[in-house]
């Protein structure tokens, strides 16, 4: 009490900013401020959040609310200045805990173990009392073997009416808890490293553009340093379904006009080069898709000649063997016949791309009807040729996520970090016993005292095996 | 036979394990004990097995490789595996402390999950996966993240225990928070199942709950049922509130002393613990970054995940602050497992964002 009076301001903030209670108030605070972040959409457009405001409060309230929310900085609470201020605030309480706390801890662990008296043995958390016959020296190996069998390399102590063991095991693992404060530490680290000198942004390119710029979050241009070009981009769906299976970019980058890497890059496995990484994020279409596009076929002849064509809207080809010519007139992206057979497009994604073709023989019209790219039988002619419709290219984009983040490596290494701190925080323990032998009366007293700085009673059941293990040698 | 005969039986097993356990508090026979353990057993056998069925059937079916193909990937897929880590920790759990009561209280939590799979139209077919969803991260991901969940689980339901054991005056904070914990608890299965039962037989099965909670009672369009549900759950709170003790005497007649609810429910949250932050939040992280190129962007579930995360970190700190030992911090542990809850069913039914997986 006399102490507390002494201690300066400077000393009761230092203590402060130590303390666990400061640790709890932060963890509620940003738990709690965290709760509303995602509530409120961040970033969003206005309209969204007062339209969730009002269906949790009222729609009249809603707009005021949404201008004391927005000036306390909830609409991008994360990059606010006062969450920041909390991050600084959780760093320093961790810096400083460490600091107060380590070099206590530390000795703990370096202090050399000493024999204790007999009182002290039994103000342990765990202690055991037996008694032996026979005297000390005689049974001196009974309990050396009874120490052996749970695993502890002991020290010994020759002392007035007997002999002392004691031992500790784990005694490192007490720094486990400050292994993982620092790798917090290191992470945090890592993530400004991140938002320093890493960037985030977007890029969309259609197939056969080459591009060497993309556009940051902040609507910037920016440039790559080497130029990226896409060279196709697939979506696969599963069986005849518009369920997506896989969507694949395959992508070339071209340094100084030469091509140095090419890569099909699919969700979960993007491209690096020189730092900055590509991921497959979204695609669609370019808005001039009809004038632009190339479509792909095959076209058989009934004997089994085959061509390979690449044709725009509008042009014309031939069969093999045949005086058939083919025109293409129409495309859609996702075709769909009613039960009346009506035609029409249902989506604006190539999910059921079809061309639309009018056949002639001789310059007499023969017959014209879709043909889709995920339905082979509609690739029959009723002469026995097929035109095969493969591929469409020049019509999509693809949208890839352009990400340089130079703290990712310090990021992981501080999450190995924390992994090892919190093994060893939780399943590792400092723990030490003491085996006392007491001669009196030509038997000997063995007095236990142990304790662990976690999971006790595990510790109890192996001291107990101890007792157990020296009651049976007593009896046989 | 194929994967869904097992979880047939494993559900009904596990039915029956709950009604053997309860049975076993009210009669404490050792047979009906030993009986009540052998079923989940049982049980158990037979869920495992078919999780390993329907692990083949997934392979088979998409030709990506075991390891990739692990049936984890929507919601039934997961409480199917939360039911089966749930059942292993409590078995651990009764061999450890050779104490079969905890299973009345971990067993009806396992038949609810069933329960809620059976009623509310979960889909139970295998679906083939989404772009996002082809990765290596996603087993060890998921597993650790819900072993993690089955963990903070049983801290929950011993804390509760713990709190309804500790707490002796109705005007007391502790209690105060445990009846309405458990009240809540209550009414809100109450009126789900009210919802299931009545849409169910109304609605199309396959249309999921998302948009249909609580409209046969908070929610309902009529003014009327909506102030009787309330009144209803009022009354509901007030009684459980008012006869809470009831439920103390029936736990203590089962030979659990408060200590040892305290040590299982720290154990559990110090196991929990570790496996949810390098599993669920590091692996996350991880995989977020090969998807989507941000280890973190403050997603919904992300941030939920990172709530749990603090409010258990709080748990582990606050046991070390004077005054903080007993009766708060088991507060703090049942706290826990309701941003669990949120974070694993809430997140994906009230908000939006990238992680929406789960609500299929």
Same mark, same amino acid.
């Given at each position: 009490?006399?102490?507390?009076?002494?201690k300066?301001? &400077?000393?009761?903030?230092?203590?402060?900013?130590?303390?666990?209670?400061? &640790?709890?108030?932060?963890f509620?605070?940003?738990?709690?401020?965290?709760?509303?972040?995602?509530?409120?959409?961040?970033?969003?457009?206005?309209? =969204?959040?007062?339209?969730v405001l009002?269906r949790?409060?009222?729609?009249?309230?809603?707009?005021?609310?949404?201008?004391?929310?927005?000036?306390?900085?909830?609409?991008?609470?994360?990059?606010?200045?006062?969450?920041?201020?909390?991050?600084?605030?959780?760093?320093?309480?961790?810096?400083?805990?460490?600091?107060?706390?380590?070099?206590?801890?530390?000795?703990?662990?370096?202090?050399?173990?000493?024999?204790?008296?007999?009182?002290?043995?039994?103000?342990?958390?765990i202690?055991?009392?037996?008694?032996?016959?026979?005297?000390?020296?005689?049974?001196?190996?009974?309990?050396?073997?009874?120490?052996?069998? &749970?695993?502890?390399?002991?020290?010994?102590?020759?002392?007035?009416?007997?002999?002392?063991?004691?031992?500790?095991?784990?005694?490192?693992?007490?720094i486990?808890?400050?292994?993982?404060?620092?790798?917090?530490?290191i992470?945090?680290?890592? &993530?400004?490293?991140?938002?320093?000198l $890493?960037?985030?942004?977007?890029?969309?390119?259609?197939?056969?553009?080459?591009?060497?710029?993309?556009?940051?979050?902040?609507?910037?241009?920016?440039?790559?340093?080497?130029?990226?070009?896409?060279?196709?981009?697939?979506?696969?769906?599963?069986?005849?379904?518009?369920?997506?299976?896989?969507?694949?970019?395959?992508?070339?980058?071209?340094?100084?006009?030469?091509?140095?890497?090419?890569k099909?890059?699919?969700?979960?496995?993007p491209?690096?080069?020189?730092?900055?990484?590509?991921?497959?994020?979204?695609f669609?279409?370019?808005?001039?898709?009809?004038?632009?596009?190339?479509? =792909?076929?095959?076209?058989?002849?009934? $004997?089994?000649?085959?061509?390979?064509?690449?044709?725009?809207?509008?042009?014309?080809?031939?069969?093999?063997?045949?005086?058939?010519?083919?025109?293409?007139?129409?495309?859609?992206?996702?075709l769909?016949?009613?039960?009346?057979?009506q035609?029409?497009?249902?989506?604006?994604?190539?999910?059921?791309?079809?061309?639309?073709?009018?056949?002639?023989?001789? $310059?007499?019209?023969?017959?014209? $009807?879709?043909?889709?790219?995920?339905?082979?039988?509609?690739?029959?002619?009723?002469?026995?040729?097929?035109?095969?419709?493969?591929?469409t290219?020049?019509?999509?984009?693809?949208?890839?996520?352009?990400r340089?983040?130079?703290?990712?490596?310090?990021?992981?290494?501080?999450?190995?970090?924390?992994?090892?701190?919190?093994?060893?925080?939780?399943?590792?323990?400092?723990?030490?016993?003491?085996?006392?032998?007491?001669?009196?009366k030509?038997?000997?007293?063995?007095?236990?005292?142990?304790?662990?700085?976690?999971?006790?009673?595990?510790?109890?059941?192996?001291?107990?095996?101890?007792?157990?293990?020296?009651?049976?040698?007593?009896?046989? | 036979?194929?994967?869904?005969?097992?979880?047939?039986?494993?559900?009904?097993?596990?039915?029956?394990?709950?009604?053997?356990?309860?049975?076993?508090?009210a009669?404490?026979?050792?047979?009906?004990?030993?009986?009540?353990?052998?079923?989940?057993?049982?049980?158990?056998?037979?869920?495992?097995?078919?999780?390993?069925?329907?692990?083949?059937?997934?392979?088979?079916?998409?030709?990506? /490789?075991?390891?990739?193909?692990?049936?984890?990937?929507?919601?039934?897929?997961?409480?199917?595996?939360?039911?089966?880590?749930?059942?292993l920790?409590?078995?651990?759990?009764?061999?450890?402390?050779?104490?079969?009561?905890?299973?009345?209280?971990?067993?009806?939590?396992?038949?609810?999950?069933?329960?809620?799979?059976?009623?509310?139209?979960?889909?139970?077919?295998?679906?083939?996966?989404?772009?996002?969803?082809?990765?290596?991260?996603?087993?060890?991901?998921v597993?650790?993240?819900?072993?993690?969940?089955?963990?903070?689980?049983?801290?929950?339901?011993?804390?509760?225990?713990?709190?309804?054991?500790?707490?002796?005056?109705?005007?007391?904070?502790?209690?105060?928070?445990?009846?309405?914990?458990?009240?809540?608890?209550?009414?809100?299965?109450?009126?789900?199942?009210?919802?299931?039962?009545?849409?169910k037989?109304?609605?199309r099965?396959?249309?999921?709950?998302?948009?249909?909670?609580?409209?046969?009672?908070?929610?309902?369009?009529?003014?009327?049922?909506?102030?009787?549900?309330?009144?209803?759950?009022?009354?509901?709170?007030?009684?459980?509130?008012r006869?809470?003790?009831?439920?103390?005497?029936?736990?203590?007649?089962?030979?659990?002393?408060?200590?040892?609810?305290?040590?299982?429910?720290?154990?559990?949250?110090?196991?929990?613990?570790?496996?949810?932050?390098? /599993? /669920?939040?590091?692996?996350?992280?991880?995989?977020?970054?090969?998807?989507?190129?941000?280890?973190?962007?403050?997603?919904?579930?992300?941030?939920?995940?990172?709530?749990?995360?603090?409010?258990?970190?709080?748990?582990?700190?606050?046991?070390?602050?004077?005054?903080?030992?007993?009766?708060?911090?088991?507060?703090?542990?049942?706290?826990?497992?309701?941003?669990?809850?949120?974070?694993?069913?809430?997140?994906?039914?009230?908000?939006?964002?990238?992680?929406?997986?789960?609500?299929?």
């Amino acid at each position: 009490m006399e102490q507390e009076k002494n201690k300066t301001y &400077a000393d009761k903030l230092w203590d402060f900013l130590a303390s666990v209670r400061l &640790a709890i108030i932060i963890f509620a605070l940003i738990s709690l401020t965290s709760i509303v972040g995602t509530i409120l959409e961040q970033r969003a457009e206005p309209a =969204k959040n007062i339209q969730v405001l009002s269906r949790l409060f009222s729609e009249s309230l809603a707009p005021s609310l949404y201008t004391v929310f927005d000036n306390l900085g909830f609409m991008d609470m994360y990059n606010s200045w006062w969450f920041t201020a909390l991050l600084i605030l959780f760093s320093v309480n961790l810096i400083v805990c460490s600091l107060e706390r380590l070099p206590k801890i530390w000795k703990l662990i370096k202090d050399p173990m000493v024999p204790m008296s007999e009182e002290r043995l039994k103000k342990f958390s765990i202690n055991r009392e037996i008694v032996l016959k026979g005297k000390p020296d005689t049974i001196k190996n009974t309990v050396t073997d009874a120490i052996k069998t &749970a695993r502890f390399n002991y020290s010994e102590a020759q002392e007035e009416k007997g002999y002392q063991f004691y031992s500790q095991k784990g005694n490192y693992s007490r720094i486990g808890v400050y292994v993982t404060h620092f790798s917090i530490l290191i992470i945090l680290v890592g &993530a400004i490293i991140g938002v320093r000198l $890493g960037f985030k942004g977007f890029l969309n390119l259609p197939e056969g553009d080459v591009s060497n710029a993309f556009i940051s979050n902040s609507d910037k241009e920016i440039p790559l340093g080497f130029d990226i070009r896409c060279d196709n981009f697939n979506v696969d769906f599963y069986g005849g379904s518009d369920m997506p299976k896989e969507y694949r970019s395959r992508l070339t980058i071209l340094k100084n006009g030469r091509e140095v890497l090419t890569k099909s890059i699919v969700v979960n496995d993007p491209l690096t080069y020189e730092g900055i990484t590509f991921y497959q994020a979204s695609f669609g279409m370019m808005p001039d898709a009809a004038t632009r596009a190339v479509f =792909k076929f095959n076209v058989i002849s009934a $004997g089994g000649n085959k061509a390979t064509l690449n044709l725009k809207l509008g042009d014309t080809f031939q069969i093999p063997d045949t005086n058939i010519s083919g025109k293409v007139l129409d495309f859609s992206p996702a075709l769909r016949i009613d039960e009346n057979g009506q035609a029409s497009t249902y989506s604006n994604q190539m999910t059921n791309p079809a061309v639309f073709i009018d056949l002639s023989e001789s $310059g007499a019209h023969k017959v014209s $009807g879709w043909i889709l790219k995920r339905h082979p039988e509609t690739w029959q002619l009723p002469g026995g040729q097929r035109v095969e419709f493969i591929d469409t290219w020049g019509i999509q984009y693809t949208g890839l996520q352009v990400r340089k983040d130079p703290g990712v490596w310090v990021v992981y290494f501080g999450c190995i970090t924390m992994s090892i701190g919190l093994f060893i925080a939780f399943f590792m323990s400092h723990r030490r016993i003491w085996v006392k032998m007491v001669e009196e009366k030509n038997n000997t007293r063995v007095i236990i005292g142990a304790t662990s700085n976690k999971n006790r009673t595990a510790f109890e059941r192996t001291i107990d095996k101890i007792v157990s293990v020296l009651n049976k040698k007593q009896e046989g | 036979m194929n994967s869904s005969f097992f979880f047939g039986l494993s559900t009904m097993a596990y039915i029956l394990a709950m009604i053997t356990y309860i049975t076993y508090i009210a009669f404490r026979k050792n047979q009906i004990g030993i009986m009540a353990t052998t079923i989940t057993i049982m049980g158990f056998v037979s869920q495992t097995f078919a999780i390993f069925m329907r692990w083949k059937e997934f392979s088979d079916l998409s030709g990506m /490789g075991f390891l990739r193909s692990v049936p984890l990937t929507n919601l039934y897929e997961s409480l199917i595996f939360f039911v089966w880590c749930l059942i292993l920790g409590y078995l651990i759990i009764e061999f450890r402390f050779k104490n079969r009561s905890f299973g009345a209280f971990i067993t009806p939590i396992a038949g609810l999950v069933l329960a809620f799979i059976d009623l509310s139209g979960v889909s139970k077919e295998i679906q083939p996966l989404v772009p996002a969803l082809k990765s290596n991260w996603l087993l060890a991901h998921v597993t650790m993240s819900f072993i993690a969940y089955a963990a903070f689980s049983v801290s929950f339901s011993t804390g509760l225990m713990y709190l309804i054991m500790k707490s002796e005056q109705r005007n007391e904070l502790s209690y105060l928070f445990w009846t309405i914990t458990f009240g809540v608890f209550v009414i809100l299965f109450v009126t789900m199942g009210i919802d299931f039962l009545s849409f169910k037989v109304a609605v199309r099965p396959e249309v999921f709950i998302k948009s249909y909670l609580f409209k046969t009672s908070f929610l309902n369009p009529s003014a009327g049922i909506k102030i009787l549900s309330w009144t209803a759950a009022f009354i509901a709170l007030f009684i459980i509130w008012r006869y809470g003790h009831i439920l103390k005497t029936v736990i203590e007649k089962f030979n659990v002393t408060a200590d040892m609810l305290d040590e299982i429910t720290y154990k559990s949250i110090a196991i929990g613990f570790p496996i949810f932050t390098l /599993g /669920g939040l590091i692996f996350g992280a991880i995989w977020a970054n090969q998807a989507w190129g941000v280890y973190w962007s403050w997603d919904p579930k992300e941030t939920w995940s990172l709530i749990t995360w603090f409010i258990y970190a709080f748990y582990l700190h606050s046991r070390m602050m004077r005054g903080w030992r007993g009766k708060k911090v088991a507060m703090v542990a049942v706290i826990g497992f309701m941003a669990v809850i949120f974070t694993y069913l809430g997140v994906n039914l009230l908000l939006s964002g990238l992680h929406a997986y789960g609500s299929q």
